[in-house]
T-cell receptor, first 115, second 120 residues
Framework: DQQVKQNSPSLSVQEGRISILNCDYT??????FLWYKKYPAEGPTFLIS?????DKNEDGRFTVFLNKSAKHLSLHIVPSQPGDSAVYFC??????????????FGTGTRLTIIP | GAVVSQHPSWVICKSGTSVKIECRSL??????MFWYRQFPKQSLMLMAT?????????EQGVEKDKFLINHASLTLSTLTVTSAHPEDSSFYIC????????????????FGPGTRLTVL
């Protein structure tokens, strides 16, 4: 049961344009959402997050939007740069059966920025 | 942040053998480390939470007798895949938590580069 879904396995965007990565979730108990970026042969690195009490969080070129009613979030990167080419993972945070915090990841979207 | 290393970066072993993967926090004393597994075209799945000095907490469906986790020091956690089989072939990745046991520690997780295990 995939509780966090990234339906686009890949995305190509022209340099300077806006990149929009989408993520859907099914578990209404998730209350904190994160985006991670992963380069080849490296571990994921934290990019930006948003609490469920907000609908937008911005950090420089990166903005995350949350639509709780639709259980949908998106990451906007503008303007896109070649260094943004990576795999982006959406993750949702909730409490596990053991009472500790747990991350549930999506399958990732490979973003390629075309120079 | 925290720098996390894993060793080895890749390993090939025969079916039935055991493989140990190390996760080291190089510049931070981590009381909590996480072990994830990622199969091809699938998401990272949390296997277990490793707590220094105590037993690991395993997620549902993860066999604790097969995936032995030892977190004997604040800088080292090991995952041993015992009696490995081809279906255990996967990408194993650890992370270090800086946030202790409170909520929203997840944005302070720092990941290692991962270990690719191939069981023949």
């Amino acid at each position: 049961d995939q509780q966090v879904k990234q339906n686009s396995p890949s995305l190509s965007v022209q340099e300077g344009r806006i990149s929009i990565l989408n993520c859907d979730y099914t578990n209404s108990m998730f209350d904190y959402f994160l985006w991670y970026k992963k380069y080849p042969a490296e571990g994921p690195t934290f990019l930006i997050s948003i609490s469920s009490i907000k609908d937008k969080n911005e950090d420089g070129r990166f903005t995350v939007f949350l639509n709780k009613s639709a259980k949908h979030l998106s990451l906007h990167i503008v303007p896109s740069q070649p260094g943004d080419s990576a795999v982006y993972f959406c993750a949702a945070s909730g409490i596990s059966n053991f009472g500790n915090e747990k991350l549930t990841f999506g399958t990732g979207t490979r973003l390629t920025i075309i120079p | 942040g925290a720098v996390v290393s894993q060793h080895p970066s890749w390993v090939i072993c025969k079916s039935g053998t055991s493989v140990k993967i190390e996760c080291r926090s190089l510049d931070f004393q981590a009381t909590t480390m996480f072990w994830y597994r990622q199969f091809p075209k699938q998401s990272l799945m949390l296997m277990a939470t490793s707590n220094e000095g105590s037993k690991a907490t395993y997620e549902q469906g993860v066999e604790k007798d097969k995936f032995l986790i030892n977190h004997a020091s604040l800088t080292l956690s090991t995952l041993t895949v015992t009696s490995a089989h081809p279906e255990d072939s996967s990408f194993y990745i650890c992370s270090v938590s800086l946030g202790g046991s409170g909520r929203f520690l997840t944005d302070t997780q720092y990941f290692g580069p991962g270990t690719r295990l191939t069981v023949l």
